[in-house]
């Protein structure tokens, strides 16, 4: 059971990239979310859904782009990447909103 | 304003000690309080979740308690082992869930 899987680990971008980070469970799970983490702060949500077909924003969106067109997997995309998207992505996924929430490993993405 | 404090900041201990991480919240309306412990370079991992109506619960050596009347919120750690070693997070759910998250108490376990 390999739960929530996230790839790339580890990217570097140059500013104005654009890029996806990959998010796939196989819990058979609804509602899946994606977080950043930067020092010092706690984990902020970016985009989450609530089943395939629907997506909503989270509290930081701005630059960012989901879909979810199965169940088991929600990318998120960079549109135009600038340096203070550099952060640790996870992605997590539950039941529901209610239900333990299981992450994934992280992306640590730096946009020189 | 909806946020949650946790101290310490980090903690040192001996292997074999207990230890009480404490987490202040303010989360209007509150729906549950929730700690997760993640490891260096990991993501986190859920240890409990309790509702408004719950005191206690546990999850092996680790002990949550909620008192919802003064929004406090504890993680005890029973003898504690070198894998403890992790930022310990706490999470407090609201309004149709949102998760307001904590910096974390980064706890150290030293032999």
């Known amino acids: 059971n390999a739960g929530v899987t996230q790839t790339p680990k580890f990217q570097v971008l140059k500013t104005g990239q654009s890029m996806t980070l990959q998010c796939a469970q196989d819990?058979?799970?609804?509602?899946m979310s994606w977080y950043r983490q930067d020092p010092g702060m706690g984990l902020r949500l970016i985009h989450y859904s609530v089943g395939a077909g629907i997506t909503d924003q989270g509290e930081v969106p701005n630059g960012y782009n989901v879909s979810r067109s199965t169940t088991e997997d929600f990318p998120l995309r960079l549109l135009s990447a600038a340096p203070s998207q550099t952060s640790v992505y996870f992605c997590a996924s539950s039941y529901s909103r209610q239900n333990i929430q299981y992450f994934g490993a992280g992306t640590r993405l730096s946009v020189l | 304003k909806n946020q949650v404090e946790q101290s310490p900041q980090s903690l040192i201990i001996l292997e074999g000690k207990n230890c009480t991480l404490q987490c202040n919240y303010t989360v209007s309306p509150f729906s549950n309080l929730r700690w997760y412990k993640q490891d260096t370079g990991r993501g986190p991992v859920s240890l409990t979740i309790m509702t408004f109506s719950e005191n206690t619960k546990s999850n092996g050596r680790y002990t949550a308690t909620l008192d919802a009347d003064t929004k406090q919120s504890s993680l005890h750690i029973t003898a504690s082992q070198l894998s403890d070693s992790a930022s310990y997070i706490c999470?407090?759910?609201?309004?149709?869930?949102?998760?307001?998250f904590g910096t974390g108490t980064l706890l150290a376990v030293q032999p």
């Open positions: 999470v407090g759910g609201g309004a149709t869930n949102k998760l307001i």
């Open positions: 819990m058979n799970h609804e509602y």
